[in-house]
């Protein structure tokens, strides 16, 4: 595919993503909206390239998460910017803008994957547990411009709501992959347990609303400490795989 | 008693129990990163096996272990109370009114037995599994399980991405043919077939052992690949060319757990997917 290994398609969203926030906060939201719009169908067509990194078609450079977790985010902002034209769709700007610089410094190759990584199991756990991610980031995101604002509303509840099914939507698809790969639904193994870790962090979120100490403004203060410590584990394993020897790109 | 029913059944509880397992979750997995190939034996024995076995001695690196037991054990518990209280105040509501909305309030307490239901897979899973790890050699016979027929590995194929591309003279798949004497078995990576009441998956495993043996540090996956990414396999790119040849062996596999938890989650999802769409819609009509 001509997106495949050629990175000016994403530099370019990065660049349109990073216009369109200035004319975002400078009151020029329309147009702000279609240069996201017109990123966001070249960023499309970049992730689709990777998908012949290998020469061969592989989906898994596709649902990477350095790679896909920003899409996600762009995926999130248009869809609540077409929800309702009235809400602050550009406080999602800030965790799409840090997270595509990331993806700009990160190896762009694919790692070559073994027998057990070709399964549209694969596949589809990637892509829930990243867009349940990115949900969690863009909730994370609302809440911390209300804190900003001081004006704390409960917009970013639904966006960690749906962030936790589909997290629990890659809980399964994870198990089955594992189980038909290594044996298990669960591995005693970083990765599992910290998944597990985070997975129940959003649980415990889901129940503070049943406790009066956790009003809208402490729960606020929680969605953007569990983002962080997303964060943390996430991107620790994404930063030991950029020195993975990879091919393509 | 009743104080000691209302305290295991209330919110704050699960709060603290949740917020503990999350910690002892996150280091667990920070200490096990960095004693990857001790705690990937936990995956192959049942726990109590492996905790009789390590415990004890590696108590410096195993102290989190018996606390998630504990705090897991007791969120099981605390779901259960908290459950069983919701649903003896909601079901006479729902016998009186037959409604909508009551039946939508049941569905959380619905989404907690389901809960309780994984939980109890797992418990299975860990405590009555078996896992045993079977050498393949092509010309050599295997026994699963307590099987006594035996099997002959007639023949071991490997598939390779074309040669032209960027991932030729890797592995793309391996067919391993099992000849019985009165069927025959043939596996690859992924595709799980049943026998004997086993599960018997290809594994792999690569250079482990003489690693360890040459003194490696145990860097992330000393040995063993994880659903993560090809970490071992490319990590120790430079040591596996050296040793190209990899170990291939039969997984078999015996889960009582497995369509437990697989259920559980099933219904976990769609009862929750259902229950939050009409909260947000209730709410929307609201507002």
């Known amino acids: 595919m001509f997106t495949t290994g050629n990175h000016i ?6 660049v349109l993503y990073f216009l369109a926030a200035i004319l975002y906060f400078v009151e020029k939201r329309n147009t702000g909206f279609a240069i996201v719009i017109g990123g966001f169908v070249i960023h499309t067509l970049y992730l689709t390239g990777r998908g012949w990194l290998g020469t061969v078609f592989i989906p898994n450079p596709i649902v990477e998460g350095p790679f896909l977790l920003p899409w996600c985010l762009v995926l999130i902002l248009i869809l609540y910017r077409l929800s309702d034209k009235n809400t602050d769709w550009g406080d999602i700007f800030i965790p799409i803008l840090a997270f595509s610089l990331f993806s ?3 190896a762009k190759g694919m790692i070559p994957p073994t027998p057990k990584k070709i399964t549209i199991w694969a596949t589809l756990f990637f892509l829930t547990e990243v867009m349940g991610h990115a949900l969690f980031y863009a909730g994370a995101a609302l809440a911390c411009n209300g804190k900003i604002r001081n004006n704390q509303g409960e917009a970013f509840h639904s966006f960690i709501v749906w962030g936790f099914i589909l997290y629990s939507v890659a809980q399964v698809t994870g198990a089955v992959w594992c189980y038909l790969g290594w044996g298990n639904t669960f591995r005693w193994g970083p ?10 962090l959003y649980a415990m979120y889901l129940h503070l609303r049943y406790v009066r100490f956790w009003d809208t403004g402490r729960r606020a203060w929680f969605v953007i400490l569990a ?10 394993s994404y930063i030991r795989e950029m020195n993975f020897p990879r091919v393509g790109g | ?17 949740l917020g503990a397992g999350v910690v002892l979750f996150i280091t667990g997995s920070v200490i096990s990163d960095m004693n990857f190939s001790f705690f990937a034996s936990m995956n192959d024995m049942p726990l109590q096996e492996w905790v009789a076995r390590n415990m004890t001695d590696n108590w410096l690196i195993t102290w989190w272990l018996p606390l998630l037991l504990v705090d897991l054990a007791l969120l099981a518990l605390n779901t259960l109370v908290c459950t069983i209280e919701r649903i003896r105040v909601l079901i006479p509501r729902f016998r009186e009114e037959r409604s909508f909305k009551v039946f939508h309030a049941l569905m959380p307490s619905l989404v907690h037995v389901f809960f309780l239901v994984i939980m109890a897979g797992h418990l299975m899973t860990f405590t009555l599994g078996s896992w045993q790890r079977i050498p393949l050699v092509q010309g050599e016979e295997i026994s699963i399980g307590t099987d006594k027929n035996p099997f002959l590995v007639e023949s071991i194929h490997h598939e390779y991405y074309p040669g032209k591309s960027n991932l030729s003279n890797r592995i793309k798949q391996t067919h391993v043919l099992l000849k019985g004497s009165d069927k025959n078995i043939d596996i690859s990576y992924l595709n799980s077939v049943s026998y004997g009441g086993y599960h018997l998956q ?39 060319r050296k040793t190209p040849e990899r170990k ?9 757990g497995l369509y437990t938890i697989l259920t ?19 709410r929307n009509n609201q507002t």
Request: aromatic residues 16%; contains cysteine; charged residues 20%.
């Open chain 1, 9 to 14: 398609y994403l530099y370019m969203p990065v």
């Open chain 1, 104 to 106: 700009v410094i990160y």
């Open chain 1, 191 to 200: 990765r599992h347990m910290g998944s597990a870790g985070i997975w129940l």
């Open chain 1, 227 to 236: 983002a962080v410590m997303t964060v943390a584990i996430s991107f620790s």
């Open chain 2, 1 to 17: 008693m009743k104080r000691l029913w209302e305290f295991l059944g209330n919110t704050t509880l699960s709060l603290w129990l």
């Open chain 2, 202 to 240: 290809l594994d792999m495993e690569k250079a482990r052992k003489r690693e360890q043996k040459l003194g490696h540090r145990d860097v992330h996956g000393g040995g063993e690949e994880t659903c993560n990414k090809s970490e071992v396999y490319h990590v120790h790119k430079e040591k596996i």
């Open chain 2, 248 to 256: 291939l062996y039969v997984l078999a596999i015996r889960d009582p």
């Open chain 2, 264 to 282: 559980g989650f099933v219904f976990i999802l769609v009862m929750m997917t259902w229950y939050f769409i009409f909260f947000f819609r209730y």
